[in-house]
């Protein structure tokens, strides 16, 4: 029972208390890296380990060590253990499809974590990517629901300039339509490159004589440069959007000169796997279980169960998110910043 | 000996004309001044196809020729023209360096994470030596690093463009390991004056115009000295009317520089803090003509004609930029470092077989070429007030092509530093320009490609119609 | 047109009073294990410039095999022979520009390390390249002082003085010449040699050095480069002259020696040999009774 409360709660933190059948301990729960050398799947890693281990069941994992063999041979190992789910984030996600089926015909539940795989029998897990454009356009616009807005996009050549850059429109599409913001710039930055936004900014800035109300930039990496040029210009302090978590733009965030950075949190993005590969052990259908939708993004348009995790934005008024997640110290969050102005910092 | 009546060598002097004339008597490089001119086209376009965009106060009703974008053309052309100079003289050696960006980056990597992850929290941040040891940092790396590449490239015998290619592909890798990946910023606050981006960096009127009749008398000392150099030695003298038109064209230059500089007004937002700060009382408004100056009216500040104002006059990376360039004037003509540059990129074994150690210059220069991009990677991550991998990144090339643009030739030998700075602030006025018309980077990209091509045929068609 | 006639003055300072050669009848032990019997070929006391059994290869070629000359003060020793027999590499050996594979060099009877054009001019042999070796891209002056520049007293290139310098002793040489504000590249290849040559004589050598120095020039200039290389001879100069003509080398040099396939076919003193032996010697390598035979000499 005590276990259970436990688990609810894990879960719950990560699925926003969505009811849960009654779940029984004594399940497996298996995971295949495609690789341990970047230190993301490591946090990954220990928040799945950590939900699982605490609703009782066995956490098992192998590390493909970036390459596609032996992701196959670590699958085939997995599924001699006889687990009851195995989560896998494919190196190859076309290669690992038969490694897949070999899962499906073990009769074991299959997730797709955070790199799709094609397989209608797979959960999909991962965070809603078209929706980071959305998020600093909402969390922007808050703030300045009207007024003059500079976008700073990525570079021409890479397609997630353009889908930020859509799902910023969706959202300001209206009060663009209704004469209430006006789009005064909207430049590419060659290679995402913050210098490169910079000097994009500062002309932004001179050829509309400063009137500028926010900037949507679609990194952190650009927003710093956008926050350079308008300490130039007195204009720190405005709204300006970015994405990623990088430490100095919540550095910047706690400071006030950015308002918003969109943070894709493995520790959630875990959390929420782990919960899901519980309750598909439990017997719950994949269709039954909360968030799940279906999704056909994917490159040949097969339809899969998928919970797509909403990214968290980090204002102001939740760097503490950031902090407790063990994402970034509190030190660095808080350094320089002004003593009793943030929350977090106190 | 015998001397026949017209035995004097070289073609017999022409009946000149009144250009030619003025040309020769005083020795106008006319290849500086076509790109001089060409510049100014350039300005006058931009600012025109601006004022059709978007009205402003521009010379022709744009946004380029209004003293606010050119104080920042200066700021944004300073990294690169600082380290354009270097590479007129490796280029002028016969040697290249394209591993500058990513020395760049690794630099500015280096010395963020000095001052935000060690110094930052053990010495308390705004501490001063912070930016003191943040500077010497960059500068001994830069050096340590250029010297590196230049001793790969004179006694280990690799070309150096495999040497610096290399450099290329693994410096910046480690800039990535350095930085793990991430924007390191803010930087300190001391540290960041010489960006250019806050007010502490900016000299003011009166201090600019002090530089300005340095560089004046500078310029007329020169020119004079110059003048008493060759009457010593009873040389033939410049007509004076040339000697005084070109100490004129110096100081006007200088002077209208600094004119330009001093009439950009700081941001209304910097001048209320300001006023605030000290307890100034900004008059109140009786029309908002849209001025310069800021007034009150009612709660707001507003700009109006005669409030209150502050001007920025020089800011400090332009001016560390334009000191740059004369410094390395200086060391590429009046002393024999330079010389032996020229020399042995004339000629390398004819400068050896004359005593030089080439080897060692090669070093050297490289070394130098390393300071300078020490120097610049100051002048970028205190102006972006943060450091990445990616600061710097495929500034080679642009650092290439205003060397080139400035008619250096990849032959070696031939290059001047004042060309270089000429054919950096061009490409700079040409990504800013068409970046105020809102026209995307990869527009830029070609017309900068297609600038540079046109730059090397038109200096070609020069050098033949010379011949 | 009016001008100042040439000063005779030398722009090398006067370093010894003239020696003149002397001829000998001694036996001298020359190099390696051979002894020869000496005629009068060679002037007595020690000498200024000896090179022993020197030796040098380019990959598989024998640019210079054993091969040993000398040189004393106030002598013209005339080098000969075909192209490509080893001339310039022998001499660039002395100059410091090819490093030797085997061999000595001996400076007034001193044993010397000679490794790089430096260490050479350090010894007071200075160097006319049958390829100028000029930067072509900066002017005459630069050239003439390049490596030694004259300073300012704030330690800048001082670049009026040596224009004034350069004037002076291009003005010995080429009196016509007038182009100093331009890069040599720009010259004629007889300015361009008077420059090379200028260069050479301006540094008070000791041991000249001239690649056919004469190739580029006109008749008068080539009087004039004669003229100069007696004057220096007076002057105790000890001078190696690499030239394919044979009247200057008889009007000129003291002594000869001939060089075949990068070795020494003989020496002779220009009073012994006449013109068709030392076409002998060039062409078939075969030795007149009038040279001292050296190790490249054809036997029978
Ligand atoms: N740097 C070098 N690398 C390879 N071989 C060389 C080099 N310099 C000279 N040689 C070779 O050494 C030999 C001697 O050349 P050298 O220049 O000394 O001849 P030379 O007697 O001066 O001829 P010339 O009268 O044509 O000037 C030639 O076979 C030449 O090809
Ligand atoms: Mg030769």
């Given at each position: 029972m005590k276990k259970t409360i436990i688990a609810m709660m894990a879960a719950g933190l990560a699925l926003g208390a969505a009811s849960m059948p009654v779940m029984a301990a004594g399940k497996t729960i298996a995971v295949s890296w495609?690789?341990?050398?970047?230190?993301?799947w490591k946090t990954d890693a220990a928040a799945i380990k950590a939900v699982v281990e605490a609703a009782g069941d066995k956490y098992i994992d192998s590390d493909a060590q970036g390459s596609a063999q032996k992701q196959a041979a670590d699958i085939e190992g997995l599924i001699a253990q006889k687990p009851d789910v195995i989560m896998v984030v494919a190196f190859d996600s076309d290669a690992i499809l038969p490694s897949i089926k070999a899962i499906s015909d073990a009769g074991i539940k299959s997730i797709a974590y955070d790199v799709q795989f094609e397989d209608p029998n797979a959960l999909y897990i991962t965070f809603?990517?078209?929706g980071v454009g959305r998020i600093i356009a909402q969390e922007v616009s808050k703030l300045k629901p009207e007024g003059n807005y500079a976008f700073i996009k990525g570079d021409k050549g890479d397609p997630n300039a353009t889908f930020l850059f859509q799902g910023m429109m969706e959202v300001l599409k209206a009060g663009i339509d209704g004469g209430k913001i006006k789009n005064v710039c909207e430049t590419f930055t060659d290679g995402w490159k913050p210098d490169n936004a910079q000097k994009n900014m500062e002309q932004c800035l001179t050829s509309t004589s400063n009137k500028v109300d926010a900037v949507l930039s679609e990194n952190d990496g650009m927003a710093s440069g956008v926050v350079a040029a308008l300490t130039a210009q007195g204009m720190a302090g405005i709204p300006v959007g970015g994405q990623d978590g990088d430490l100095a733009a919540i550095n910047r965030v706690a400071m006030g000169t950015q308002t918003v950075s969109v943070w894709k949190n493995s520790v959630d993005l875990g959390k929420t796997a782990a919960a899901a590969a519980i309750a598909l052990a439990d017997g719950t259908a994949m269709d039954k279980i909360a968030g799940v939708a279906k999704f056909n993004g994917g490159k040949n348009k097969v339809e899969m169960n998928s919970i797509l995790l909403a990214p968290t934005p980090i204002t102001i008024a939740n760097i503490g998110v950031a902090i407790d997640a063990g994402h970034i110290t509190k030190d660095q969050a808080c350094a320089g910043v002004k003593a009793g102005t943030v929350e977090a910092c106190k | 000996m015998t001397n026949t009546t017209s035995t004097s060598q070289g073609p017999a002097l022409e009946q000149e004309g009144p250009i030619k004339k003025f040309f020769r008597a005083t020795e106008i490089d006319t290849r500086i001044l076509g790109m001089v001119v060409a510049l100014i086209l350039v300005w006058c376009i931009f600012d025109i196809w601006s004022g059709i965009i978007r009205p402003n106060e521009g010379l022709f009703g744009g946004s380029f020729l209004t003293p606010r974008n050119l104080w920042t053309l200066l700021v944004q052309t300073s990294s690169i023209a600082v380290m354009s100079t270097g590479m007129v003289l490796l280029i002028v050696l016969r040697q290249i360096d394209l591993s500058v960006g990513s020395m760049l980056s690794l630099v500015a990597v280096a010395t963020g994470v000095l001052q935000v992850y060690q110094l930052g929290p053990s010495l308390g941040v705004g501490h001063p030596a912070i930016w003191v040891l943040g500077v010497v940092m960059c500068l001994a790396i830069g050096t340590i690093i250029g010297a590196f590449n230049g001793f790969l490239t004179a006694y280990a015998k690799i070309p150096a463009f495999i040497v610096t290619l290399g450099g290329l592909i693994a410096y910046s890798g480690v800039a990535f390991l350095l930085a793990k990946g991430e924007t390191v910023a803010p930087m300190d606050q001391n540290f960041s004056v010489f960006g250019g981006g806050v007010e502490r960096s900016w000299l003011g009127p009166f201090w600019s115009w002090i530089v300005a009749f340095i560089a004046c008398a500078a310029i007329i000392y020169a020119i004079v000295n110059g003048r008493r150099q060759r009457q010593r030695f009873g040389f033939p003298l410049r007509p004076v009317w040339a000697e005084v038109f070109l100490a004129s064209v110096g100081s006007i230059v200088m002077l209208g520089t600094t004119l330009v500089m001093n009439s950009y007004a700081w941001p209304p937002k910097l001048i209320e803090n300001f006023a605030k700060a000290n307890s100034i009382v900004i008059p109140a408004g009786i029309e908002n003509k849209d001025g310069k100056a800021i007034c009150m009216a009612a709660e707001n500040v507003v700009r109006c004609t005669e409030g209150f104002i502050l001007y920025t006059g020089y800011s400090l990376p332009a001016l560390i930029a334009i000191g740059v360039c004369l410094v390395m004037t200086f060391v590429a003509t009046r002393t024999s470092f330079g010389r032996y540059v020229y020399a042995t990129g004339g000629n390398p074994e004819a400068a050896e077989l004359a005593g030089i150690n080439t080897k060692w210059l090669t070093v050297k220069v490289f070394a130098l070429m390393g300071f300078l991009v020490g120097v610049s990677s100051i002048i970028s991550s205190a102006r972006l007030n943060a450091a990445t991998n990616a600061l710097g990144q495929t500034n080679e090339l642009y650092v290439i092509a205003a060397t080139v643009i400035g008619g250096t030739s990849l032959a070696g030998g031939v290059g001047t530093i004042y060309g270089a700075m000429i054919g950096a602030l061009m490409m700079q006025s040409i990504i800013s320009g068409m970046s105020l018309l809102n026209l995307a980077a990869a527009y830029q990209n070609m017309v900068v490609g297609g600038v540079l091509v046109l730059a090397v045929y038109l200096d070609q068609l020069y050098r033949r119609n010379v011949k | 047109m009016a001008k100042t006639p040439a000063k005779k003055t030398t722009a090398a300072k006067k370093i010894s009073k003239p020696v003149a050669p002397e001829t000998h009848e001694t036996p001298v032990a020359v190099t390696g294990s051979q002894t020869f019997k000496q005629t009068r070929a060679q002037p007595e006391g020690i000498p200024l410039i000896e090179m022993k059994e020197i030796s040098i290869a380019f990959g598989g070629i024998k640019a210079v095999d054993h091969a040993s000359i000398n040189l004393f003060p106030g002598e013209v020793v005339g080098l000969l022979g075909h192209n490509g027999a080893g001339k310039s590499t022998l001499i660039k050996v002395l100059s410091g520009a090819y490093k030797r594979d085997a061999g000595s060099i001996h400076v007034e009877g001193k044993e010397v390390t000679i490794n790089n054009p430096r260490d050479a001019k350090g010894h007071g042999i200075e160097t006319i390249y049958q390829t100028l070796a000029l930067a072509d891209n900066v002017d005459a002056a630069a050239n003439l002082y390049l490596g030694r520049e004259l300073k300012t007293k704030m330690g800048t290139l001082d670049d009026v003085a040596m224009e004034a310098e350069c004037r002076k002793v291009m003005h010995r040489l080429n009196p016509n010449f007038r182009r100093f504000k331009e890069p040599v590249m720009k010259l004629s290849g007889g300015q361009r040699q008077s420059v090379a040559i200028a260069r050479a004589i301006?540094?008070?050598?000791?041991i000249l050095i001239m690649d056919e120095p004469t190739a580029a020039l006109g008749p008068q200039e080539t009087a004039q480069v004669g003229e100069l290389i007696k004057q220096l001879k007076a002057e105790g100069i000890g001078i190696f002259l690499i030239s394919h003509d044979l009247h200057d080398v008889f009007d000129l040099a003291d002594r000869l020696v001939v060089m075949k396939n990068g070795k020494v076919v003989g020496t002779a003193s220009t009073k012994d040999v006449d013109h068709d032996e030392v076409l002998g010697m060039i062409i078939a390598g075969k030795c007149p009774p009038g040279a001292i035979p050296g190790p490249g000499a054809m036997r029978n």
């Open positions: 495609k690789t341990f050398q970047e230190e993301r809603d990517n078209v | - | 301006h540094f008070n050598a000791r």
